[in-house]
T-cell receptor
Framework: DTGVSQNPRHKITKRGQNVTFRCDPISEHNRLYWYRQTLGQGPEFLTYFQNEAQLEKSRLLSDRFSAERPKGSFSTLEIQRTEQGDSAMYLC????????????????FGNGTRLTVT | AQKITQTQPGMFVQEKEAVTLDCTYDTSDQSYGLFWYKQPSSGEMIFLIYQGSYDEQNATEGRYSLNFQKARKSANLVISASQLGDSAMYFCAMTMMDTGRRALTFGSGTRLQVQP
């Protein structure tokens, strides 16, 4: 168990540029989540995958945001035309659903990617 | 919509003493799960403890216990024998089973500082 890995750890970009983050979940985990966390706040849900299917998206996920998990393994989160309000920590988490309705599986989080938009 | 409320932005506790971190929730679902996570200054989110809405006994994990009062919709975290390494942000979170919302919804957190 190597844990959830996120790259890069830090990203500084200019307003209007596109950025892409990568998340490698724990290998046997079938669920993958993206969250955003701003200073002093709890993580806010963005989107979630079950294997390669994107099953839920938050209203926070504007049309400038897109997430993929093409082969049900790693995932990418892209932000197009970044704005200063996008500056935050982007957290990825994964979990294993052993059976349908298994809601007590804890999420395992990565260390996040800190985005700064100047 | 579900909501998690943590009313204590910050708490202080003396080393070796017990501390309770408050969490209340609001949901119309009958089936839900409640979680507590710890976030040290290094940033990683660490799972601490889980309580299911139908669990009759309060969950315990080592020095952590969850004081679950379903009628009051509260799920307070109790840390016994506080240690300096317990200083961190603590987040309460919930999933809902009836509506199938599997993603965790987090509260705004409580910053705990353990004093020697």
């Amino acid at each position: 168990d190597t844990g959830v890995s996120q790259n890069p750890r830090h990203k500084i970009t200019k307003r209007g540029q596109n950025v892409t983050f990568r998340c490698d979940p724990i290998s046997e985990h079938n669920r993958l989540y993206w969250y955003r966390q701003t200073l002093g706040q709890g993580p806010e849900f963005l989107t979630y995958f079950q294997n390669e299917a994107q099953l839920e998206k938050s209203r926070l996920l504007s049309d400038r945001f897109s997430a993929e998990r093409p082969k049900g393994s790693f995932s990418t989160l892209e932000i197009q035309r970044t704005e200063q309000g996008d500056s935050a920590m982007y957290l990825c988490a994964s979990s294993l659903e052993n059976r349908a309705g298994d809601y007590n599986s804890p999420l395992h989080f990565g260390n996040g990617t800190r985005l700064t938009v100047t | 919509a579900q909501k998690i409320t943590q009313t204590q932005p910050g708490m202080f506790v003396q080393e070796k003493e017990a501390v309770t971190l408050d969490c209340t929730y609001d949901t119309s679902d009958q089936s839900y799960g409640l979680f507590w996570y710890k976030q040290p200054s290094s940033g990683e989110m660490i799972f601490l403890i889980y309580q299911g809405s139908y669990d009759e006994q309060n969950a315990t994990e080592g020095r952590y216990s969850l004081n679950f009062q379903k009628a009051r919709k509260s799920a307070n975290l109790v840390i016994s024998a506080s240690q300096l390494g317990d200083s961190a942000m603590y987040f309460c979170a919930m999933t809902m089973m009836d509506t199938g919302r599997r993603a965790l919804t987090f509260g705004s957190g409580t910053r705990l500082q353990v004093q020697p």
